[in-house]
């Protein structure tokens, strides 16, 4: 993050204010989706409508606070990422044949590095409300996530991240000239220059998707698999010692946070990768930079 905010100058405290509003806002959905929570199990005690209706305010409340924040926060690293990029656009001259890298390095620190933050507290947030109600539920939730990001530990390594980092550099490439194929004339040499570029991204590519294909099977699997072991672990205790009031309390609760925290998670692996192409667009542009 701090290579990118090198050139934020004064703005660089905005960039920070976001990520910050970002996660605060996060914790504060959580605390609506309790109330939601509450709105449900009112409704199957059949408690009175008063509690109902109580419970429902407070989410709506908590719900459009949580908006607000996370609202004032893009405002605050959207103002960072166009001085960032601009003070980039400006040392290019502005150069088009860098308009893709920039527009990466925009969208990541406008719009992903916020959301990376807010989906990070959302999953650490929600396996602690987890982990409040019911330990057991929340282990049981939790053990294919844990599973899962062990496989994708295995092949995030350096390894991965330079063939990432090459995969991207085949795609800006293959932009760049089919750009000055459209644009300039089109000669047999530019037509030759651009088919190239195709004939390389799509090794890169074809390699890439073959080469993740098993292991994100497994990862996706074991990522959306939660609601299933939890369902498996609601039979396996009704069968066993009968569901107390308590326990189906608690497993309504389960069972709504665990689809979040996989989806939660999912967004953060994503926000990474993004993350990545980003700096890589970046340090391209430093490399220029630092050539002139």
Known sequence: MNKFLDRAGKYKALSYLSCILAGLSALI???????????????????????????????FIFTLGSIVLYTIGLICSYKAALRITSSLRSDLNNNESFNEPL?????????????????????????????YNHWLLALTAIAPLIFGFIVMA??????????????????I????????????????????????????YDTWSTAYVNELR????????AVNSSLLCLVLAGIFTGLKAGISREFMINFVLAVMTAPLISLSLMRIIRQNDNARIAADSLRKINEVLKGE
């Open 29 to 59: 959905i959580i605390i609506s989706f309790w109330y939601i929570w509450k709105i449900l199990i009112c409704v199957i005690l059949s408690e009175e409508k008063q509690n109902i209706l109580h419970c429902g305010t407070l989410a």
């Open 103 to 131: 527009r990466i390095i925009m969208n990541y620190l406008a719009y992903n590095l916020p959301e990376k933050y807010a989906v990070m507290s959302l999953s650490l947030g929600l396996v602690l409300l987890l982990f």
């Open 154 to 171: 295995m092949i995030s390594g350096s390894s991965m991240r330079m063939k990432l980092s090459e995969y991207h550099k085949a795609f």
């Open 173 to 200: 490439s293959m932009s760049k000239d089919a750009a000055e194929y459209v644009r300039g004339s089109k000669s047999d040499k530019t037509f030759k220059t651009f088919a190239h570029s195709i004939e390389i």
């Open 214 to 221: 098993l292991p994100m099977t497994a990862f996706t699997l």
